[in-house]
């Protein structure tokens, strides 16, 4: 019988040795388990030529030619990725809807001995645990926020805190962006299911009796959504305020910031949105120290002239509970190790 799991957090700890999907690259590529390996049944060519036949064929030729392919490919598989495994090795397989593919597979794993199992309802089921968590069910995680104007290294001294014992939600490292303007990657984002699995995975590995600490974003975060249920929260949550003064936040952006600095023109071109809201005359400016290669004086000319002003009047229409602020002079690596030792005492107290 196929395994059945009723929780993510049960999921999660499954206790096979190997996850395997087995859909397409494409498929796996969009959002997947975490620590699944991707081993296809089908290839996305094969994948697209099977539902060929099957739509103007029949469904007999089609799972005809789809079972010798999905045999080939096994086979490649046990060859290329499993000839050191040993017979106490315990896979757990799945594909689409935990049906042919992932049956087909396990079948074939199974006939040589190991204990093999696939995942009820497939990817759709845990796709429906993703969502239980972060749409369904009410969070039961209480959430503080790390608040500030631009530059204060705010996920900087959130990534510290787990080392310090104190459980927090990297929610730009999931979404893989900054959280501003400038802030992509040089990779792409993860699309919004892979966004939502990411939260949800890292939800149900924290322990809801703590707080967990976020940092302050918008609802939306690069081309993101965060889920309603985690966006509420963080309206509702108090806040700890991290403050440093404008020369050691413009020194902090030019290093976060090195990789967009790198492309002048590519950071020219983001600045142009901003000649709407703040005029031709600021960003002309801009466009000047940016030419000029002053980086820190453009960094901090940003900071005053528009993100600092965004940030006061958006504090000033949510006015939201402070339980603490951090006070750093300069925001080297000493200085980042003493904001975030605060920042988890102010958490502790809390």
């Not at 009723?6 to 087995?22: C, E, K, M, P, Y």
């Not at 598989?77 to 090795?89: L, N």
């Not at 002239?305 to 602020?325: L, N, Q």
Request: with cysteine.
């Amino acid at each position: 019988m196929p395994r059945e799991f009723h929780s993510l957090a049960d999921l999660l700890n499954h206790g096979f040795d190997t996850v395997i999907d087995v859909r397409s690259p494409a498929e796996f590529a969009l959002d997947h388990i975490p620590g699944a390996v991707n081993m296809p049944a089908l290839t996305n060519e094969q994948r697209a030529e099977v539902g060929t036949l099957y739509t103007q064929i029949s469904a007999f030729e089609a799972k005809k030619i789809g079972a010798a392919m999905v045999a080939r490919n096994a086979a490649d598989a046990i060859e290329q990725h499993m000839a050191d495994r040993d017979g106490s090795w315990r896979p757990l397989v799945y594909c689409w809807r935990g049906g042919l593919r992932s049956g087909s597979f396990a079948s074939i794993l199974a006939q040589i001995g190991w204990r093999t199992d696939k995942i009820k309802g497939g990817y759709q089921a845990y796709r429906r645990l993703v969502h239980r968590v972060v749409y369904d069910d009410p969070l039961p995680h209480r959430l503080i926020l790390i608040d500030g104007y631009t530059g204060t290294a705010k996920s900087d001294i959130l990534r510290r805190l787990p080392d310090l014992g104190v459980q927090m939600l990297d929610l730009e490292g999931l979404a893989h962006h900054r959280g501003s303007l400038l802030g992509g990657f040089v990779d792409d984002q993860p699309n919004q299911k892979a966004f939502e699995s990411a939260i949800a995975c890292a939800l149900v590995r924290l322990d809801p009796a703590l707080p967990v600490v976020v940092e302050a974003e918008s609802s939306k975060i690069g081309k993101l959504i965060v889920p309603p249920s985690i966006w509420a929260a963080m309206c509702a949550g108090p806040r700890i305020e991290i403050t440093a003064p404008l020369g050691a936040r413009a020194e902090y952006l030019v290093d976060a910031y090195a990789d967009v600095i790198a492309e002048p023109e590519a950071l020219k071109r983001k600045l142009q949105p901003i000649r709407q809201h703040r005029g031709h005359e600021t960003v002309n400016r801009w466009e000047a120290l940016l030419e000029e290669g002053r980086m820190t004086d453009l960094a901090a000319a940003l900071m005053a002239d528009h993100y600092d002003p965004a940030y006061a009047k958006s504090r000033a229409v949510h006015a939201p509970e402070r339980i603490g602020t951090v006070a750093a002079e300069s925001l080297d690596a000493a200085s980042l190790d003493k904001a975030a030792q605060e920042v988890a005492e102010i958490v502790r107290s809390a």
